[in-house]
């Protein structure tokens, strides 16, 4: 079979042991990765961590000092970015300003074989995908920040790509909007079904977006999974650090029995149970992580295993929940988040300033990472 026929048997997207190298500096280290027709999926990472170079080789902007990608069969070394059926969507959506909101939509068809009626219902349809039939004749500063982001996205869909790429395409929204914004990316993509991927250094947002999520850290692929794999079952204590709020302390195995792992922690000044997991043996140090809203707090001894005595050292009221820092007799702090799902005054809080607490969890919350 050529190289670049369709296989149906093939991932839509394939990266094969991609690298990029600028002088001696390596942007992208050996990268795999396989992306399904019709995901949204994200590339997450902090700045410098290679996702934008990867985006942009994905789009044809640089050429991999190693490795290959194939696109829906066909491998795409050598094809110009204009010749991909790719669009990528720019952080900063590059609308023309001088241009109304249907004559920017309709610049990216302008080197389509198309009639011109084709080419104005298709611009109609785009309008009427992103909801912004009614703001057509506006130019872009007529119109607020995230209308413009949907006409860039109602623009990069017109050419009809089979592959959308989108570097941090709600990093300009205040949050209100971005939360918003982010469903209505979500119903567009699942109405036209192109496979998007996504480049953010935002954790919700690509916690909420995304099917799957590659978490990149120096130019390496530390670990791929839906949001919740990522965030529940992470598998180095990089990933479990980067991805939300979580608490980490060195620990050790020193035994294993019926489902579970006896581990000792001198930061807590106590033996904690976990839930057994692979690969893991007596005597070897690991680290022990847990979400702060897996802990429970009250002011009365709990029953069952994991249970720490301490005092509130800080409190923050978010309004929704609260965090607590909470001091053990070693010194150590441990976060802890409270749903507030009362309404009511401070007296309604679980604990307040310098209250003495327990603290309990179960093993199964507790997270035994070996790397």
């Known amino acids: 079979?050529?190289?670049d026929a369709?296989?149906?048997?093939?991932?839509?997207?394939?990266i094969e042991g991609v690298s990029k190298t600028f002088g001696t500096f390596q942007a992208v280290k050996n990268v795999s990765l396989t992306v399904e027709k019709g995901e949204i999926f994200s590339l997450l990472g902090g700045s410098g961590c290679g996702k934008t170079t990867l985006l942009r080789m994905l789009a044809g902007f640089e050429e991999p000092t190693a490795g290959r990608i194939f696109l829906d069969g066909r491998d795409m070394a050598g094809v110009p970015p204009w010749s991909r059926p790719v669009h990528m969507m720019f952080q900063s959506y590059a609308l023309f300003p001088h241009m109304t909101v249907?004559?920017?939509?309709?610049?990216?068809?302008?080197?389509?074989?198309?009639?011109?009626?084709?080419?104005?219902?298709?611009?109609?349809?785009?309008?009427?995908?992103?909801q912004?039939?009614?703001?057509?004749?506006?130019?872009?500063?007529?119109?607020?920040?995230?209308?413009?982001?949907?006409?860039?996205?109602?623009?990069?869909?017109?050419?009809?790509p089979k592959l959308l790429l989108l570097d941090e395409p709600l990093a300009a929204l205040d949050k209100k909007l971005r939360e918003h914004t982010q469903f209505e990316l979500m119903s567009i993509q699942q109405r036209t079904g192109v496979t998007f991927i996504v480049v953010t250094h935002d954790q919700e947002e690509a916690m909420t977006l995304s099917d799957r999520i590659a978490v990149m850290d120096k130019g390496e692929v530390r670990q791929v999974g839906s949001p919740t794999e990522i965030y529940e079952f992470p598998n180095s204590r990089f990933v479990a650090g980067f991805i939300g709020s979580i608490n980490t302390f060195d620990a050790t195995v020193t035994a294993r029995d019926d489902g579970?792992?006896?581990?000792?922690?001198?930061?807590?000044?106590?033996?904690?149970?976990?839930?057994?997991?692979?690969?893991?043996?007596?005597?070897?140090t690991v680290?022990?992580?847990?979400?702060?809203?897996?802990?429970?707090?009250?002011?009365?001894?709990?029953?069952?295993?994991?249970?720490?005595?301490?005092?509130?050292?800080?409190?923050?009221?978010?309004?929704?929940?609260?965090?607590?820092?909470?001091?053990?007799?070693?010194?150590?702090?441990?976060?802890?988040?409270?749903?507030?799902?009362?309404?009511?005054?401070?007296?309604?809080?679980?604990?307040d300033w310098d209250d003495a607490v327990w603290l309990s969890f179960d093993p199964a919350a507790a997270i035994v990472l070996a790397e």
């Open 132 to 160: 912004l039939t009614s703001f057509a004749n506006r130019k872009p500063h007529q119109i607020s920040g995230g209308q413009r982001q949907r006409v860039a996205l109602a623009r990069a869909l017109a050419r009809q």
């Open 102 to 130: 249907e004559k920017n939509i309709a610049y990216g068809l302008k080197h389509e074989t198309m009639s011109a009626s084709a080419r104005a219902d298709r611009v109609r349809e785009m309008l009427d995908l992103v």
């Open 260 to 284: 579970h792992l006896h581990l000792s922690l001198p930061a807590l000044g106590v033996n904690v149970t976990a839930r057994d997991v692979p690969h893991v043996t007596p005597g070897q």
């Open 6 to 14: 369709p296989n149906a048997g093939e991932p839509f997207l394939r």
């Open 287 to 351: 680290t022990l992580a847990i979400r702060p809203e897996k802990i429970r707090i009250s002011r009365d001894t709990p029953d069952g295993p994991n249970a720490l005595r301490g005092s509130v050292r800080d409190l923050a009221y978010f309004g929704k929940d609260s965090l607590y820092r909470i001091a053990l007799p070693s010194g150590t702090l441990v976060q802890a988040h409270a749903v507030n799902a009362r309404r009511g005054d401070e007296g309604t809080r679980v604990a």
């Open 1 to 3: 079979m050529p190289v």
